[in-house]
């Protein structure tokens, strides 16, 4: 068996085994790459706000939420990036219960409750990463990200010798079936070494984070403050005073969200990002004194090590395609979206020769 023959029976080896997984996470990614948009559009009502003068300050908007529910702690806060959209709201409620509700970011006032909200959007995004079935969940999708890596390599070897790029016989079954696998292999074969690579370190970050700083000389630390037990009538830091604490530490970014308010023993975790920054969500965080208000960490994307910069922010921007804003995300969409065909129409493949196989 000449090596061309191996490499084509490892391609078909692996497809088959990969192809369920691989099916559900390209038409999974496809969807999620508009996951906000998509999420928002299910739950118009809990989310869409009339914009209405100046946003409310942080200190305002507290004090209102909290006088709208019964005096209700603000334990988390995630403000909205436009004026059209509910700022989110975590309450602890009377005998330790909580739950979050949206708000209108100019007058505190009840949007709605997001237990009730339309989950499928967070029903994808877990399965994507998980299949919902956990731990064990996540090795399978990590494995089906390495297998995808082997796919994308191993079907730019095969595909070379033919270059089949485009469908030329439609009068054929069968050759449709190829041309169509050859042509999607070869113009979504970047992407798929792309998704498969990213998605491995998405897996793997932290693991991924510290080989990189290790290869690099520049390890990255991990957070962990020392926090000073509270004084005897402590009381949490407000959210104005962590807010403005956070924005003084890190002149130029945005807070995008706050956790862990109203606590006397975690620390206040405020996540930002800088104009520059495609993730969703903030790769930039401050850590501040849940009594005092002192910044005990900060972690600035702009000046953290490499490896972090590498893995935390633009390995993630490119998997999800938010690299070059909405361009990349159609493109990323689109790729994704011709995973499910591949996983289908390989195994197609397989299956025909098969058959003529048994007739002669």
Do not use: C
């Amino acid at each position: 068996m000449n090596l061309r023959r191996l490499l084509l029976k490892l391609h078909l080896i692996i497809g088959l085994v990969a192809a369920v997984n691989l099916l559900l996470l390209g038409a999974t990614g496809a969807v999620m790459v508009f996951e906000t948009e998509i999420d928002h559009a299910l739950n118009a009502s809990l989310w869409r706000v009339q914009p209405q003068g100046a946003r409310l300050g942080v200190a305002e908007l507290v004090s209102r939420v909290e006088k709208n529910n019964d005096g209700a702690q603000v334990t988390f806060l995630h403000f909205s990036e436009d004026d059209t959209t509910a700022t989110t709201v975590g309450l602890r409620k009377t005998g330790g219960k909580g739950g979050s509700i949206n708000v209108s970011p100019f007058t505190g006032e009840l949007v709605g409750s997001l237990a009730g909200a339309n989950g499928l959007m967070s029903k994808v995004h877990q399965f994507h990463t998980n299949l919902l079935l956990g731990a064990n969940g996540k090795l399978i999708t990590g494995a089906g990200a390495l297998l995808l890596v082997v796919l994308a390599l191993s079907g730019l070897v095969l595909w070379w010798p033919r270059k089949i790029w485009k469908l030329d016989d439609l009068t054929s079954g069968r050759k449709v079936n190829f041309d169509l696998h050859s042509a999607i292999g070869f113009w979504s074969s970047v992407f798929m070494l792309m998704f498969g690579l990213t998605g491995l370190v998405i897996h793997w970050d932290e693991e991924a984070t510290q080989l990189v700083g290790s290869l690099t000389g520049a390890p990255v630390a991990q957070l962990a403050p020392k926090i000073t037990p509270a004084a005897p009538g402590a009381t949490p830091v407000t959210a104005a005073t962590a807010f403005n604490a956070a924005m003084q530490a890190v002149p130029g970014a945005q807070v995008i969200f706050m956790m862990d308010l109203a606590s006397l023993t975690k620390p206040v975790r405020i996540a930002m990002h800088f104009p520059e920054d495609r993730t969703p969500g903030g790769r930039t965080i401050v850590l501040v004194h849940p009594t005092t208000g002192e910044v005990l960490q900060v972690r600035n994307s702009r000046t953290a090590p490499p490896a972090y910069r590498w893995v935390k922010l633009w390995n993630r921007q490119f998997h999800t395609g938010d690299e070059l804003g909405l361009t990349s995300r159609i493109l990323t969409s689109l790729a994704s979206a011709s995973l499910p065909l591949l996983a289908i129409t390989g195994p197609l493949i397989w299956w025909g020769r098969k058959r003529r196989r048994r007739t002669v």
